[in-house]
């Protein structure tokens, strides 16, 4: 196929700011957008070749996939093994069992089905897996096993058919997306079936190429100047101005994707467009963009695991440097060489496919051993064990019975409205007075201690992972189908003594929170809000393993990682509800009076 430097110019455009993102700079918020980006060029580069050796009646599978293999798997499985040494010395148990999870199933590209069981892509925990980034790839290999053979099968049937069922295809794919993203956002944001309309984006530009009568060379029209100037903008848009709370991949994935394929439509040589991607800098990164996407995550990930303070901007600008460098280096001793067919059998198709096997399966087997050994925790003394214990109290028998998970509480591994139990949590007592807890995980870790203490009161439930309280709360369908039930229909049809709110709160949940106050007096005087509690920059178990707190006194090694500001915080919310009906608990006082912080207990 013809070769279009400003192709590889997008490719720039689509990996620094995902590089950028991941590194944590505010201003690239939606840089996770650059890897939609990746999907329309990889459907626009793929199906051109197919269909050229389609119409010419010489494609091959074998050879397709041979091309696959050489372009994807030694830079990767390079970059894996990589990682391997750094995750063995500095991983704590925990984190190691996952990455060696992650390492088996990127070798067989499932990835992708992995982290969406795990967490979110957003998820704060999300930073902080070294392979996290390698969904995508899983993705594309997906894509790529099934697009060719439907692309064999509807060939039969004459170009337009083929185009048409394509269509067809892409517009459900879409719809699940759009539709999904507010249910079940990891699945939809990692799994195949809703990102293949993506991939498609990209192949209809390259039917439609396979059509034109003309195209490339000599085009210098107001339409290629317009349209490549509104694709780059739109793209441009998306990176600045989307962010986490964007509901995506939905809707909002066709501005950068729309952007994407209006450039590969219209940006040629003679445009302002197509001469900025063509540059030598653009091109010279999009060349190495692969392995820079290979590179950048397991470098940050390793990074905030080593370091106890998140690591700052000149930190992680040199990281970003140095992704580049090692990409540049990988691009041109591993990537390069194994891309050209030799003549030796080392490099010949019967190799490349025995050597991908035999790849997948060391590092398979190398992630199934590691995930299924306790050899890690053997490394730490009785002491460290019981701390780091702490670090996997989702997984224990404490986190089920005194959250009520599952049942009264639900959330990132059960991420729907349906788990919640109304007839156990909102079970009202005649002889006893009825208070409701409602919240996020902040007000369910009370649960059990409220119910033990107060033996006269019956503690309802009813809370969800990372909802607030909040009579217009917003965000994942979860969150709004909890609070609109108990808001809008339990609390005004039953009699509830008082009502207890409890979250992980922020500065801008406050308007709205006295909103929430003044909409519960209508039913109950009894209104109790807990203020928040303290936090750290990382885990607590985590900060007590790293600075060995059985050495010393813990309260002054925890110093510089306590976050302060959240007393200020808690006294402005005690201000602000001095005089009102609402009882407020400043709850961080409590565990840390005169702002010194028990950290651990012999109980």
């Known amino acids: 196929m013809q070769y279009r430097r400003e192709v590889d110019g997008l490719r ?48 091959s599978i074998a050879t397709f996939y041979e091309r696959r293999a050489r372009r994807i798997l030694p ?35 499932g990835s992708n089905i992995l982290f969406a069981r795990e967490s979110g892509y957003f998820d704060t925990a999300a930073e902080l897996k070294p392979l996290l980034h390698t969904w995508s790839l899983a993705v594309e290999e997906q894509f790529y096993v099934l697009f060719p053979l439907l692309l064999m099968l509807l060939w039969r049937f004459g170009k337009k058919w083929t185009l048409t069922a394509l269509v067809l295809m892409a517009a459900v794919s879409l719809g699940a997306a759009h539709w999904n993203v507010f249910g079940d956002r990891a699945a939809t944001f990692f799994l195949l079936p809703t990102r293949a309309w993506e991939l498609a984006l990209g192949s209809f530009v390259a039917f439609y190429f396979a059509n034109a009568k003309s195209a490339g060379e000599g085009r210098h029209s107001v339409l290629d100047q317009m349209g490549s100037g509104v694709g780059f903008a739109l793209i441009a848009y998306s990176i600045f101005a989307f962010d986490e709370a964007t509901p995506f991949p939905s809707a909002y994935a066709l501005i950068p994707t729309v952007g994407a394929a209006l450039i590969l439509l219209f940006a040629w040589p003679q445009t302002f467009i197509g001469k900025l991607l063509g540059s030598k800098i653009a091109v010279g990164i999009g060349l190495i963009s692969y392995s820079a996407y290979l590179w950048h995550q397991p470098i940050f990930a390793f990074a905030r695991h080593k370091n106890l303070t998140d690591p700052s901007n000149a930190l992680l600008v040199g ?13 041109k001793f591993v990537e390069q060489p194994f891309r050209k067919v030799s003549p030796s059998k080392f490099l010949q198709r019967r190799a490349v496919f025995s050597y991908a096997l035999l790849g997948s399966a060391v590092f398979f087997g190398m992630g199934s051993a590691l995930d299924n050994t306790h050899y890690f925790e053997t490394n730490l003394s009785d002491e460290q064990r019981r701390i780091y214990a702490f670090l996997e109290f989702k997984d224990s028998k404490d986190f089920t019975v005194g959250y009520r998970h599952g049942v009264c509480f639900y959330g990132s591994r059960l991420n729907s409205f349906e788990h919640y139990d109304k007839e156990t949590c909102l079970r009202l007592e005649q002889d006893k007075k009825n ?109 007590l393993l790293r600075l060995d707190a059985s050495s010393g006194d813990h309260r002054k090694m925890l110093d510089r990682f306590t976050k302060y500001e959240r007393f200020d915080f808690s006294r402005d919310m005690q201000e602000m509800f001095a005089g009102s009906v609402v009882q407020y608990v400043p709850v961080i006082d409590g565990v840390c009076p005169r702002r010194q912080c028990q950290a651990m207990s012999d109980t």
């Open 319 to 331: 990281l970003s440097i140095a992704a580049l460098a090692l990409a540049y280096l990988s691009w």
């Open 75 to 109: 830079a990767l499985f390079f970059v894996m093994a990589m990682c391997i040494p750094f995750a063995w010395f500095w991983l704590l148990p925990s984190d190691m069992e996952e990455f060696a999870e992650s390492l088996a199933a990127v070798s067989i590209f």
């Open 435 to 543: 208070y409701l807890l409602i919240g996020d995980s902040h007000a369910a870790h009370l649960w059990y201690g409220l119910s033990q203490n107060f033996p006269d009161v019956n503690v309802m439930q009813a809370t969800a992972s990372g909802c607030r309280p909040l009579v217009t709360v917003q965000g994942e369908k979860r969150c709004t189908d909890l609070m609109h039930y108990i808001f809008e229909d339990y609390i005004p049809k039953h009699r509830v003594d008082g009502v207890i709110l409890s979250a992980r709160w922020r500065k801008e949940d406050l308007e709205e929170l006295t909103r929430t106050t003044k909409y519960l007096e209508q039913f109950t005087q009894n209104i109790v809000i807990l203020g928040p509690t303290i936090e750290y920059t990382k885990k607590l178990p985590l900060l």
């Open 12 to 59: 720039a455009l689509a990996v620094l700011p995902v590089i950028l993102f991941h590194a944590g700079f505010a201003m690239f918020s939606g840089g996770f957008v650059g890897v939609d980006v990746f999907f329309v060029i990889s459907g626009y580069l793929i199906t051109t070749i197919i269909l050229s050796e389609l119409e010419k009646g010489r494609f």
